[in-house]
């Protein structure tokens, strides 16, 4: 199976940083690779696909990028709004994994 | 816009059966590529479990596997989740998920549903 791994598991900043999250997958996954956006008592929505590629209705502060196995989540200019639990998602091949998520909170 | 609604037991004795059924609207379960089951453990990450397609093709993940089976319902437009000898760990909030045809699991979720395993 592919293994998901995130870091940091949990992150305070500012409002208006800019934050970095970053997920690493133990195989080649080919971009396979999704962020998904948890608030607290809600369901997960997705933020990216296909590793760079933001979904509809995604605010432009989100942004993703790849570098072979070694995917970031950058929020520029963070807001508050922003405080949730953020994960990668391997879709690589079945079975798809999760990495353990990272916990964005506010300074 | 297509909506999951997943309804079951909320209460699961150990050793017992978990089953719940995810109803889909705003799409044919046929349409779509394939359909998918992720469990939440309260306060901890995400599980994908396994996932269906409409011809009744499945994937499981492997440490479910030999517990967990996947139908679904063409006539009814579900699909449904059985997890048989269930232990407290099974406890979570499980979701249905539709597949994108791109790969990636599509909003909008189910909003879940949260299942005890106890006696």
């Known amino acids: 199976d592919i293994q998901l791994t995130q870091s940091p598991s949990f992150l305070s900043a500012s409002i208006g940083d800019t934050v970095t999250i970053t997920c690493r997958a133990n195989?080649?996954?080919?971009?396979?690779l999704a962020w998904f956006q948890q608030k607290p008592g809600k369901v997960p929505q997705l933020l990216i696909y296909a590793a760079v590629t933001l979904q509809a209705g995604v605010p432009s502060r989100f942004s993703g990028s790849a570098s072979g196995s070694d995917f970031t989540l950058t929020i520029s200019s963070l807001q508050p709004e922003d405080v949730a639990t953020y994960f990668c998602?391997?879709?690589?091949?079945?079975?798809?994994?999760f990495g353990p998520g990272t916990k964005v909170d506010i300074k | 816009q297509v909506q999951l609604q997943e309804s079951g037991p909320g209460l699961v004795r150990p050793s017992g059966t978990l089953s719940l059924t995810c109803a889909v609207s705003g799409a044919s379960i046929s349409d779509s590529n394939w359909w998918t089951w992720v469990r939440q453990p309260p306060g901890k990450g995400l599980e994908w479990i396994g996932e269906i397609y409409h011809n009744g093709n499945t994937n499981y993940s492997p440490s479910l596997k030999s517990r967990v089976r996947i139908s679904v319902d063409e006539s009814k437009n579900q699909f449904s989740l059985n997890l048989t000898s269930a232990i407290a760990a099974d406890t979570a909030v499980y979701h249905c998920?539709?597949?994108?045809?791109?790969?990636?699991?599509?909003?909008?979720w189910g909003p879940g549903t949260l299942v005890i395993v106890s006696s």
């Open positions: 998602q391997n879709y690589d091949s079945a079975p798809q994994t």
């Open positions: 998920v539709r597949v994108d045809s791109r790969g990636f699991l599509a909003d909008p």
């Open positions: 195989q080649d996954i080919r971009n396979y």
